[in-house]
């Protein structure tokens, strides 16, 4: 690989953007000759990884050339500028799109005829009060959960229609990061990483090594691989499960409260680590967060519930203007208002 | 009055036909874990680990109960059968014993409290924590892999483990007639090489293959549907430790009953 070939661009819907490395260079953070230093180098300490462009930001850090958190700080500058560009209605087909969507769980309806629409290739996130069916969306996109009424489509795919061979093809297309990290018990970090790939390809042992590792260094759990789960905080088995999540290379990438229970440096790590694997790899993201109003500052698309029903969907720029009490309130945090608590 | 007899009613039917539901949930999962056996991929270090969890962790237990049993049926029979002058047929009284009833019904019994009791638990918990849930979104069918290798192992583990457990309590026999109580050792094990017939060990085979398949069939099934967080774990498994228990004793009169 020379350096050129991280220099390629790559296209996106509705606009084009510049490889990291060329971002890097753009906003002035690295200068051409320092990342051709860095594509240099790693092509010698990692000559399996490929065009990996998360590397080149690693190698800039270890070279001394940029910080870590000033290499943090520019991709999130080029997210930021790219989500104040993002406009919700520019007519293309969504990746994800439910229509129509009841269900009745426990006799109680969690969803209450509900249309979404998951823009591809932009971040989403999904919001609103505990126990109002955040989760219960999720499952039903990627097949875990059947609607009472409505259908659910990814892609062309009409998930109801889908014989369970059919369903396993479209959930390639997903990784799931669920609440609690989901990760099994028995088996170490590094296991747990390798598991869907020694399950659902004839890789070898080395190609899969080679993966797994890059993931575990891209979510900065390099040499926590031999820990099990049960000795990792919860930071570390949200960013295990995230490189597990990630390791499989989705389409789609669904998050469930990625950063529940975390304190606040490691939620923003968290996010920014959520932001770095976008700008990398271009995945349709889902997250369901309750760190409002700070997740508008990470995502390009808004859908706000309440009570079984779609509230706000929209740019997450525009939501702070609604006038919607609930949506006010939610994002005020206040006591007094709509939705009384106490 | 009438409207409470009506809700007494109305209750007996909804129980009714809860557990009508709940017998055809069943069924169906075993049908599609049968269904399972048969389709690849075959995964056989899971099946290899399952045995190990099921049967070769389940052997001590199994030789204690064994030896235990096979003692105190030896000093009960002796006194009984020494009533009437027939000590001679404790050989065999003891042998027979074990290798048509006790074997079967207390492996399988031992192996639920072990192994099917963890089994449940370890499925439930996967439940809750979502690990049941990733599998299925990671394109890996989870009544495959979790569920086949553990109902493979207990078919194919309870049998060796009845074996033993008939070898080891009729030596438990032994120890008493002979050691403690003075019989000579020809006549315990010429009796019993002359009453027991390949019959007697075919239907204890027949009873622990069938125990095999209650005990994983049972107690995968609990864990696998288990809801409501760390409470529903305990239920379940408590759950399923009496349900394969019972189903144990009621298969084995049935068993018994058309085999004799």
């Not at chain 2, 207390?106 to 499925?123: D, N, P, Q, Y």
């Not at chain 2, 924590?129 to 192992?153: C, F, H, N, S, W």
Request: glycine fraction near 10%; charge should be neutral.
């Amino acid at each position: 690989m020379t350096g050129q070939a991280i220099y390629m661009d790559s296209s996106l819907a509705g606009g084009t953007t510049l490889s990291l490395g060329r971002q890097l260079v753009a906003n002035g953070c690295v200068t051409e000759n320092q990342l051709d230093r860095a594509l240099r180098k790693q092509q010698n300490d990692h000559p399996t990884a490929g065009n990996n462009e998360h590397l080149v930001g690693r190698t800039l850090v270890d070279l001394g050339y940029i910080s870590q958190s000033a290499l943090l700080d520019c991709l999130f500058s080029q997210f930021s500028r790219e989500r104040e560009a993002y406009r919700a209605d520019t007519g293309e087909t969504p990746i994800i799109h439910l229509k129509q969507v009841v269900k009745i769980l426990d006799g109680r309806r969690v969803l209450d005829a509900i249309d979404i629409a998951i823009p591809a290739k932009r971040v989403t996130a999904i919001i609103g009060m505990s126990g109002g069916g955040k989760s219960v969306i999720l499952k039903h996109m990627v097949g875990l959960m059947r609607p009472t009424q409505g259908e659910v489509r990814v892609g062309e795919h009409l998930l109801g229609a889908l014989s369970p061979r059919q369903l396993a093809q479209v959930r390639r297309r997903f990784s799931f990061l669920f609440q609690g990290g989901a990760l099994f018990d028995s088996l170490n970090v590094y296991d747990n990483v390798a598991f869907p790939l020694r399950e659902k390809t004839d890789w070898s042992e080395s190609v899969i090594h080679d993966r797994v590792m890059r993931c575990l260094e891209e979510v900065n759990l390099f040499g926590m691989e031999r820990k099990f789960p049960d000795e990792l905080s919860g930071g570390m088995m949200k960013r295990a499960a995230l490189a597990r999540a990630l390791v499989t290379d989705p389409e789609i990438l669904l998050l469930d409260e990625p950063t529940a229970g975390l304190d606040p440096i490691i939620e923003n790590a968290i996010h920014y680590l959520i932001c770095d694997t976008y700008m990398r790899t271009r995945y349709t993201m889902v997250i369901i967060s309750h760190a409002v109003p700070e997740i508008f500052r990470w995502c390009h698309h808004v859908i706000a519930l309440h009570k079984g029903k779609v509230l706000f969907s929209g740019p997450s720029t525009e939501i702070g203007q609604s006038r919607n009490p609930v949506i006010r309130q939610f994002i005020s945090g206040d006591i007094d208002g709509p939705i009384q608590v106490i | 009055m009438f409207s409470q007899t009506i809700d007494f009613i109305q209750k007996i039917g909804a129980t009714f036909l809860e557990n009508i539901q709940e017998m055809g949930r069943m069924f169906l999962f075993l049908w599609d874990v049968a269904l399972s056996f048969v389709t690849p991929p075959f995964r056989w270090t899971n099946l290899l680990k399952q045995i190990h969890f099921i049967g070769i962790r389940s052997l001590f237990v199994i030789a204690l109960t064994a030896i235990f049993a096979g003692m105190v049926l030896a000093l009960q029979g002796y006194y009984t059968l020494s009533r009437f002058g027939s000590e001679a047929l404790l050989g065999p009284a003891v042998a027979l014993s074990i290798i048509r009833e006790l074997g079967p019904v207390l492996s399988g019994l031992m192996v639920t409290g072990r192994a099917g009791s963890a089994l449940t638990a370890e499925l439930g918990i996967m439940r809750i924590r979502e690990q049941i849930d990733a599998l299925d979104v990671m394109g890996i069918p989870p009544l495959k892999y979790l569920i086949t290798p553990r109902v493979e192992a207990g078919l194919i583990i309870m049998p060796l483990l009845t074996v033993i457990f008939d070898v080891i309590g009729i030596l438990g026999g032994y120890l008493v007639a002979v050691r403690l109580l003075g019989m000579s050792s020809g006549t315990y094990f010429g009796g019993i090489e002359s009453a027991v017939e390949m019959r007697d060990i075919v239907t204890g085979l027949i009873k622990s293959v069938s125990f095999g398949l209650i005990v994983t069939w049972v107690c995968t099934y609990k864990g696998y549907y288990t809801r409501r967080g760390a409470e529903g774990v305990s239920q379940s498994t408590t759950s399923a430790v009496v349900m394969s228990s019972v189903l144990i004793l009621v298969c084995d009169y049935f068993i018994t009953s058309i085999m004799l």
